[in-house]
């Protein structure tokens, strides 16, 4: 250092010792400084570049450089060019020395210009990178993988459907890992199956393999959660994903779900193998797999529920409803619909269309299109939601009601007659002797008629409890039926003077299949009726016509008809009008229901009508019999 500032003392130019001064700091410089002409060749190399590279400035002086790795020309050329226009680059490489070793450093590129601001070269300052640089690119690096992990991870957790988990988890491997190809395959007791893939055919999807002799089962034996195999140690010609051309190198790390090892994350390479970091990083994307795919299947078993559940209240014969907290309706199942006539978007955001018990309770309530129902509220925790569960019971209501009517009708028909029976049996028991022949006969023959009016109210009452359990004794067979139906007429035609019972049978009436018995007690009750509700009498027509492949027989009267949407109801059991004269007329509402029970056990079919000029019009339909 004394040697060159007396040299630069014993400079007169002040521009000399300008130039003296630069080319000492330059060669007193700790940093390797090199000079590049325009046409790339060395224009300075300082002492401290002999020393970093070993070799001399005369043996690189006007030369290209040595040190630049020919795989790296490309990147020292593009660095010149990016700060030709003014600037300066800073960035990590690779440098050769002398004895072919290599430098990891760091370059520091800036313009070399003239005085009149041409670009005449180029200057590099180069560093040896340190322990702590290593340090601190390799956190660097971490720091970005793990931010990139990150979004990595709340990308696949993000997703709900399981497939679409197992791929995102097979491409964000491919990302992080720098693997050639991936996926994910799924442990399935015994076996393997490859559920997820990256970089691989297509086709490999869904192949099975044996979980012993796998990679996947030599991990689970060790105990460890992460390994690598190579190919140096043996082919993996055996293994399903061995579809990757000259594959390495495998990375496998097991993702669990629910304690238990669910599958293993696989990374596959060509030409390398992997460092600690790719392991690391392996092994934490697959923890979070597994986090992914329980999130996933959790997701899916939710789903899943519902759908369960929703199936059921949608199949539900009762209407369900969900009340929100303010007792609002928030779902109304389609039986619901079905009962109420509602639908769920008249009655969502409102209340229910029909008062609610409290919590735990019952109530019965009747709408205003006659319907009952039957309404149970159930609370949900503690939230204020309500879940109301109802069902149609009008049916159940109106039978409670014609019981209850059947119970007091039958009490009365009951009556009268016993009561008639009892006064003439205790005339005669009292005043046999005071009683002339005739009075004693009438009596006795009054008794005779009302135990007979008993008797065939209890048989009637019989029939249709057999007829309410599907026990009706029938024997289907061809039988005359005209001349049942004339018997018919004659017997009943003698019974009143104010009506007129005729027939219309046709000769020649087929034969009708059926049971002769069953038919007449239908055919009875029939005339019954016609007779019963025509008081003020008039005709009953008993007309028969064939119409293949049926025979219709047709019991019309003058009477006081059916009352409109009764035509179906009549034969309902213990149902009677309830309105007009059609009460008065006694009996206990099961003839015309025991009359379809018979029709249907003959499988043939019985309906009322009402007649354009007054009446009631029964129709039966009876299959013809065959012709053997």
Known sequence: MKNVVAEHA????????????????????????????????????????ERMFGWSATEVIGLKPPTIPEELSAEHNAVLERVRGGGQISFATRRIRKDGSVLDVRIDTSALTNSSGGVIGWVNICHQTGEDDVARHYMAERARVVRRLGDVVADMSGQRDLESVLDRIAASLRELTGADAGGFVLIEEDRLRLVSTAGLPARLRGRVASLSNSLVGELLRSGKTVMMATGESGGFDDLIWSALPGLHTIALSLSHVGGRPYGALYALYNRRTLSHVELELLELLAGHAGVALTNAMAFEEVVRQRAHERAVIDGSADGIAVLDEQGNVKQWNPAAHRITGMPASEVMGAPPPFPLPEPGERRTHKLTSGRWLDVL????????????????????????????????????????PITVVQGFASTLASRWDQLSDADRRSAVRTIAERAGSLGRLVEQLLLGARAGADQLPVDNGPFDLAALLRAAVISFDALS?????????????????????????????????????????????????STDPTIEVEVADEGIGINPGDHERIFERFYQGETGDRRRFGGVGIGLYIVRRLAVAQEGTVVAQSRPAGGTAMRLSLRRATAS
């Open 377 to 416: 509220c159930t609370a949900l925790g503690g939230g204020g939601e309500r879940v109301v569960d109802f069902r149609d019971v009008t049916a159940a209501k109106e039978l409670e009601e014609a019981k209850d009517l059947f119970l007091a009708t039958t009490s009365h028909e009951l009556r009268t």
């Open 10 to 49: 014993g400079l007169a130019d002040p521009r000399d010792r300008v130039d003296a001064t630069a080319r000492a700091v330059i060669e007193s410089a700790a940093d390797a400084i090199v000079a590049f002409g325009t046409d790339r060749t060395v224009l300075l190399w300082n002492p401290a570049a």
């Open 497 to 545: 003077d104010k009506h007129e019972v005729v027939a219309d049978i046709p000769a020649g009436l087929p034969p009708a299949h059926g049971d002769p018995m069953a038919t007449d007690i239908i055919v009875g009750q029939l005339l019954e009726n016609a007779v019963k509700y025509s008081p003020a009498g008039g005709k009953v027509t008993v007309k028969a016509r």
